[in-house]
């Protein structure tokens, strides 16, 4: 999954992509493409939906904790 940048162009709007993605994928200007577009959500938003879903019974201090750790940032 590559993430780009959505910005006004005239009277559109055109999708950035990483130069180094486009390296890697030997793409290069005025190339057609196929882009499967999603909008990104917010990273709690979607964990708190996952942990809704899924019937999760950890308090929010919990899950943080664990995460933390997971993470090395405890």
Known sequence: M???KIK???N???LLIPKDELRRLNIGENQEVVAD???KENPLKELFGFAKRHNVKKSTE???KETRKDLGID
């Open 12 to 14: 559109s709007f055109g």
């Open 2 to 4: 590559i993430t780009g």
């Open 62 to 64: 919990q899950i943080l």
């Open 37 to 39: 577009i999603t909008k």
């Open 8 to 10: 006004k162009w005239g």
